[in-house]
């Protein structure tokens, strides 16, 4: 008697985990805790991908936590976990954790953090764990906690077997790209006429010399430690650079490398360009930049900018 609901089922060949991805786009999140009448509840105003987030807000001290799981896993075996998130707390602590239970379904392990500072902007945060030998689920938590109050936000929360830093892939499929400096009325603004893959690419244009960017992150990443960055480029530039670079960061906060240019010479065709390099060993965060400058005029074109370990 009652009622069922099966979602998503999927069966796949060999010892693999597939991507857990949370789902938000639904206003019934499969996350306990989260409900327009608590601390955490989904919106649709700060999103980075898709239509919804989840937010937390409280205006007093609070103790609170949505809960994703159980996942079931593999005994001493390494995961990724990553999620965007933007932390606008006053007080207190915001984060993402993992709880890990044994077969019995006695928790065993509690311990393991996802955090990110104090920011008015959406960072990736990533990191890699191995579970205990005896561990057979994994429960995933969005936590405020300390006294919490103030303003955070998770979106495109996903936990993968193996270690491997998530692909980084800059979406240009909604008209709200999560790039800053982009829009109908700047040099940099979304189009459907020249695209490499999907429907959209960012297009810069200008017909006076121009210095403009459209910036990315911050993404969190590890020091000393090679990436590759790579992406379609269009260069139909009559002067000035057409070009993608990265920024990088200290745990501060500080601004310790500007050099590093993903560049393609002047050419009317998509063209593939791709670079690794190496962070600084002190590196904590990487904002990827595409770049007009040097008194820049003509045409450029992005599309499926890439990041990976």
Do not use: C
């Not at 954790?97 to 019995?104: A, F, I, T």
């Not at 928790?107 to 008015?120: A, F, M, S």
């Amino acid at each position: 008697m009652g009622d069922g609901y099966v979602d998503y089922v999927q069966l796949i060949k060999g010892m693999n985990l597939p991507e857990v991805r949370a789902s938000f786009e639904t206003k019934e999140v499969p996350w306990t805790g989260v409900s327009p009448t608590s601390a955490f509840f989904t919106q649709t105003n700060t999103v980075k991908e898709g239509q919804r987030s989840i937010q937390f807000h409280s205006e007093t001290p609070t103790v609170a936590t949505a809960d994703f799981g159980r996942l079931e896993v593999t005994g001493n075996t390494t995961y990724t976990l990553s999620a965007w998130i933007i932390n606008k707390t006053t007080a207190g602590y915001f984060y993402i954790d993992w709880l890990e239970y044994n077969e019995e379904g006695i928790q065993i392990y509690d311990g393991g953090t996802l955090y990110t500072p104090v920011n008015h902007e959406w960072s990736l945060q990533s990191l890699e764990f191995t579970t205990l030998p005896q561990t057979k689920y994994i429960l995933l938590r969005i936590v405020a906690d300390n006294g919490a109050m103030g303003d955070g936000y998770v979106d495109y929360v996903s936990l993968i077997k193996g270690m491997n830093l998530p692909e980084v892939r800059a979406s240009f499929e909604t008209k709200e790209v999560p790039w800053t400096g982009v829009s109908p009325t700047s040099a940099f603004f979304t189009q459907t006429n020249t695209v490499k893959e999907g429907q959209r690419s960012i297009q810069f244009h200008s017909e006076t010399p121009t210095v403009a960017t459209a910036n990315l992150g911050r993404i969190v990443v590890t020091g000393d430690t090679t990436y590759t960055l790579s992406a379609w480029m269009i260069n139909k530039t009559t002067a000035g650079n057409f070009t993608i670079d990265w920024l990088e960061y200290n745990e501060e906060g500080v601004q310790i490398y500007d050099g590093g240019t993903l560049y393609t010479p002047v050419n009317p065709e998509w063209s593939l360009q791709s670079l690794e390099f190496t962070t600084l060993p002190w590196t904590k965060y990487i904002e990827l930049r595409i770049v007009a400058d040097y008194g820049a005029t003509g045409d450029g074109y992005v599309d499926d900018v890439r990041l990976s370990k």
